[in-house]
């Protein structure tokens, strides 16, 4: 029997930093560290080609950091954006333990851990079958790691942005308050710009609405789940141009 094709040839994974730490927890551990690598690795494996967007909330959240401590907003988003590479060099060892070629890139300049983030050097590696983790941001305060994602994406022409939760996609309501909150299967980018839904910043989906790359929601700790929508399974929350979403069959509805 064949194997499977992706449905995507490269994509951009966004995963935040609370992946690396348990629930409640803070810091990096090894075992959601090793899971996440795992699940990238599983993609990789595919042929796809894979750039992947890391945040720091699990070490420090910019906005929260600078109203607790009085720190100016700039200087607490530029050492939330240090974070970023802690869990960058972190997610290269364990993918690298696995056998699996990384580069990280760093909006910020650390040289002697990490390359500068160059558009083009980044397109080789991915060509090459490297995977990229991208860190520090976009470099800049005031800005988040999603509207980092969504621009990477955009500039290196992915075919989709794969926003990683804890969660199976987008509901209308908290799915962990509310049992009977409803997933959406699909949206267009004006539905979570004008319903001002928590899907992400709304400047990083306004630059995919503008490039043409679709965002899916997805749940990142049901293992499989990522190399399931990369081979084309409709899981999770597609947002996009209607049209473009992948059809669901009968057996792929959610059940009530």
């Given amino acids: 029997m064949p194997a499977a094709q992706p449905r995507y040839r490269r994509v951009v994974l966004k995963i935040s930093g609370e992946a690396f730490c348990p629930p409640g927890a803070s810091g990096i551990h090894a075992g959601p560290l ?23 909330g699990n070490f420090l959240r910019g906005a929260g950091f600078a109203g607790e401590l009085g720190i100016e ?27 699996q070629a990384t580069r990280v890139q760093s909006a910020l300049a650390v040289q002697r851990v990490c390359e500068p983030f160059i558009r083009r050097r980044a397109l080789r590696h991915l060509e090459k079958g490297r995977i990229v983790i991208l860190a520090g941001g976009t470099g800049n305060p005031h800005v988040t790691t999603d509207s980092c994602a969504a621009l990477r ?9 794969l926003k990683a939760t804890k969660v199976d996609g987008v509901y209308d309501d908290d799915p962990q308050r509310n049992p009977r909150a409803r997933l959406y299967e699909r ?70």
């Fill in 34 to 56: 090793r899971g996440v690598a795992g699940e990238i690795h599983e993609v990789a494996a595919l042929g796809v080609q894979l750039a992947v967007v890391v945040g720091g």
């Fill in 73 to 99: 907003a700039a200087v607490a988003d530029y050492m939330g954006m240090l974070a970023t590479v802690l869990n960058a060099l972190a997610l290269q060892e364990a993918l690298e333990q696995r056998g």
């Fill in 153 to 161: 994406a955009a500039e290196l022409r992915a075919e989709a942005l």
């Fill in 187 to 256: 949206m267009t980018y004006n539905d979570v710009i004008d319903g001002r839904l928590k899907v992400m910043d709304f400047s990083a989906v306004d630059v995919c609405q503008q490039h043409g790359v679709p965002i899916i929601v997805f749940n990142l700790f049901k293992p499989g789940t990522l190399r399931r929508i990369v081979l084309g399974e409709p899981l999770g929350t597609f947002v996009g141009q209607p049209q473009d979403a992948p059809r669901r069959d009968a057996s792929s509805e959610p059940r009530a």
